[in-house]
């Protein structure tokens, strides 16, 4: 009997369940996709807001609740047995949403997007990039310069690289203003200071910055905490992967202020040879909430000191089997290499956000904004001309000087300022309009200097060679309304933007003259939404966008020669169902390109290589995505992309060395260079117990070429070298896998422990995410010059996670 008893009583306790509803405070609408996180092990609310936690066990606990948008809420409970507790959710306050409504889309916004949380982002935090955090994402690809994840790495979104993806920062362009490149190791450890992050596909909706022509980032950083915290996260792994960070906040004091901040230091030596990475950063965020309006200061920081690995990793030493193989630096005097052949900038940002709630129907948004950069990167050039340095020979003893090794410096020093505004009005529940803009300005000094010669060139140390100035401004306003019933959800976006760029580049003459380019873009954007029912809803929409030349653009050209802006139009639609053991989507993709800038090998009228427009190009394609519970704690998350990227007519110019003259090769219908027609990602997530968790992570990418020739070479002209790495000017498909352990337990001073253990590409796949050619003719054949950038085989990166 007491046997009997005690199984009873174990039965009756095991059978405690937790249940109950998330809605909108406002206007008391479910919430889907709402996190409840009971004692650490989280569970999602399906389609009606509704949620149910696995069995559990009677005693005490803490029940967080959370929702993009929304403040948290968190109560301590005592379950003797099953329960139920509906939630109800306001607003955050409108300061941390406001400066960002203008590049976001909404729940039933018709366009492809993907939410990130706070928890999904910190979940794969352990040191490496930003990049390397979203590339579980659909359509994502990342690489890395040092093959580790953490130094230079980059993402490409539907096959268009971080030139074209748009990224924000609380609403504020990140964006490189002359590039139009994102470059994350400026700002190292910054996920540990982001909220969460919105990644669009497509034109997207309206938004500051470059023009987006795969994709947006749309990243909002840490917002209002009620309660006090401090945590302190350390990391370590392969090849010398250390990351240390601390961060603390002080809650909510007298109802008005609130501070955080971060401190953190990543090193690692990366995979590549003389690749290694030092970075350090901070984060300071302090704000103040009145009754109707809201202020908040960020300060942020990064700083960094990479050796080069940008070149990549010739194909002969890759095809040899030396992968880490790094050729810059190399001193061909004596063998050697130089030691600080590096890269080193500083980045500050200055953020100031405000917020006036007008009334009920309107409200008001504003942030001013100011980047200051400075930073240089050195290099040893071997048997250089005085000649290309401005430099008279000199002659010593009678012997001429015309080259010499030496060691130069390329600074640049930049400042990046505005203003954005958003201006809310929302006269009934089904109509809202949103006013929006931004005026940036850019200032860029470029100047080189040569700080040592092997030989005499008659110059002082630090003697500068070079010097120009950029200025570029960039307006853009823009008028968005929305119309949402039961059933439709109707959008417009109208955008007016001018961009005025001042540069130093070539005139008519092949003279260097300071010159000016003015171009203004109509950018406008219209989709519809139906709702089937609560679960399930399908969307269509079409955009356009529009797109800049870039700094080497304009720098390296004439206005004869220069290139004209691109355009794409974006048509896209989809259908999304959301249940209680399943949610996911499909998207289908129609991207056509207009006078799409590509390499061809081609030289502009001052011999420059330079991008050259092409009249049609495409992508279009289908994304899918899902995410099931096959029993409470089993749930599989996969995604996949099956693509067509195309180019029409493409002209490929390959200079032959036997003749001195280019060979023009004219081509049909061939394959967009770095475009794989199917990128896929798979997650499943096994918890075995209450707090711990169990990930496999697997990505697969298909072959991605090179250039835009499909890998055909001229007709008539056969292919140099014996082996593929040689031959073929493609990358070859891969299929990785890694493994995520977690597990999470409290002790009395210790709100919450943490401990993570990832082990990346656990079957030691060889495998290069980026590379580069060049190919030419000699000899009478084609020779390809290709370089890759291998990825690192098995490795692994844990961490300590402490909360207090």
Request: neutral net charge; glycine residues 8%; hydrophobic residues 35%.
């Amino acid at each position: 009997m007491a046997t009997i008893a005690l199984l009873f009583a174990y039965t009756a306790s095991a059978q405690i369940v937790l249940s109950g509803k998330i809605t909108d405070g406002q206007n008391n609408t479910p919430l889907p996709g709402a996190t409840v996180t009971v004692n650490a092990r989280s569970v999602a609310a399906d389609a009606a807001g509704n949620y149910r936690t696995a069995d559990l066990a009677a005693g005490n606990y803490t029940i967080k609740v959370s929702f993009i948008g929304f403040k948290t809420v968190i109560e301590t409970v005592y379950l003797a047995d099953s329960r139920r507790l509906d939630f109800s959710l306001t607003t955050a306050n409108v300061l941390d949403d406001v400066n960002i409504v203008a590049t976001r889309a909404s729940r039933n916004s018709p366009t492809a997007f993907t939410n990130l949380s706070r928890k999904d982002i910190q979940k794969n935090n352990l040191g490496q990039d930003l990049p390397y955090l979203l590339m579980q994402t659909p359509s994502a690809v990342t690489t890395s310069d040092a093959g580790a994840g953490v130094g230079y790495t980059g993402i490409r979104i539907r096959g268009s690289d971080g030139t074209r993806v748009n990224v924000t920062i609380n609403g504020i362009p990140y964006n490189d203003a002359e590039s139009q490149g994102t470059y994350f190791v400026d700002l190292p450890d910054f996920a540990s200071s982001v909220d969460n992050i919105q990644i669009q596909r497509g034109v997207g909706t309206s938004t500051n910055g470059a023009g987006a022509f795969g994709g947006s980032i749309n990243i909002q950083t840490a917002v209002r905490r009620d309660s006090a915290y401090a945590e302190l996260n350390n990391a370590a792994g392969s090849y010398g992967t250390v990351k240390n960070t601390v961060s603390i906040g002080t809650g909510l004091l007298d109802n008005h202020f609130e501070f955080d901040g971060r401190l953190s230091r990543i090193r690692s030596d990366g995979y590549i040879q003389r690749s290694a990475s030092e970075l350090k950063s901070y984060f300071f965020s302090g704000a103040y909430f009145g009754k109707n309006n809201s202020l908040r200061l960020n300060v942020f920081s990064g700083q960094e000191k990479t050796h080069q690995a940008w070149n990549g990793v010739n194909a002969d030493s890759v095809a040899a089997g030396n992968r880490r193989y790094n050729e810059l630096g190399y001193i061909a005097a004596n063998g050697t290499y130089y030691p600080n052949q590096t890269d080193n900038y500083t980045q500050n940002h200055y953020q100031l956000l405000y917020n006036q709630q007008v009334s009920d129907q309107f409200s008001f948004g504003a942030a001013l904004h100011y980047t200051k950069g400075l930073g240089y990167y050195e290099e040893y050039k071997n048997d250089a001309s005085l000649a290309d340095y401005g430099l008279i020979p000199v002659t010593i003893g009678g012997v001429t000087i015309t080259n010499t090794d030496l060691v130069r410096r390329l600074w640049l020093k930049n400042d990046f300022y505005g203003v954005t505004y958003n201006l809310n009005y929302q006269p009934t529940t089904q109509f809202k309009l949103l006013l929006g803009g931004a005026y940036n300005e850019y200032k860029g000094a470029h100047y080189n200097n040569i700080e040592y010669t092997a030989q005499s060139a008659g110059i002082s140390p630090d003697y500068e060679y070079s010097r120009n100035n950029a200025k570029k401004t960039d307006f853009n306003t823009f008028l968005r309304a929305e119309y949402e019933t039961d059933k439709f959800l109707l959008y417009g976006d109208l955008q007016y933007r001018h961009v005025y760029y001042s540069f130093l580049g070539f005139d008519r003459n092949l003279n260097n003259v300071q010159q000016t380019v003015g171009l203004n873009f109509f950018n406008p954007k219209v989709g519809i939404t139906y709702k089937l029912n609560s679960d399930n809803n399908l969307y269509a929409s079409f955009g356009v966008g529009n797109h800049e030349p870039n700094r080497d653009d304009y720098v390296n050209s004439t206005p004869s020669s220069r290139p004209k802006a691109e355009t794409l139009y974006d048509w896209e639609a989809g259908y999304r169902l959301h249940t209680g053991i399943f949610s996911g989507g499909i998207n289908g993709f129609y991207m056509l390109y207009d006078n799409q800038l590509v390499l061809t090998g081609s030289l502009n009228d001052v011999g420059e290589a330079i991008r050259t427009n092409i009249k049609t190009s495409y992508r279009r394609g289908v994304e899918i995505d899902g995410r099931l519970k096959i029993i409470p704690q089993l749930v599989w998350a996969a995604n996949a992309a099956i693509s067509s990227n195309k180019v029409e007519g493409f002209q490929q110019y390959l200079f032959n060395y036997d003749t001195n003259t280019p060979v023009v090769t004219s081509y049909g219908t061939t394959d967009i260079a770095f475009s794989p027609n199917l990128v896929a990602n798979s997650e499943l997530s096994f918890h075995p117990l209450a707090n711990g968790e169990i990930a496999l992570i697997s990505k697969y990418v298909s072959r991605q070429y090179l250039d835009n020739t499909s890998n055909i070479n001229p007709t008539g002209v056969p292919s140099a070298g014996a082996s593929s790495f040689a031959q073929n000017r493609y990358l070859n498909s891969y299929f990785v896998n890694s493994l995520r352990l977690n597990y999470n337990f409290s002790i009395k001073a210790v709100k919450n422990i943490g401990i993570t253990v990832l082990v990346n590409n656990i079957f030691g796949v060889k495998y290069e995410s980026n590379g580069a050619t060049y190919p030419d003719i000699e000899g009478g054949k084609v020779v390809n010059y290709n370089y890759f950038y291998p990825q690192v085989p098995t490795n692994f990166l844990a961490s300590l996670n402490l909360k207090f």
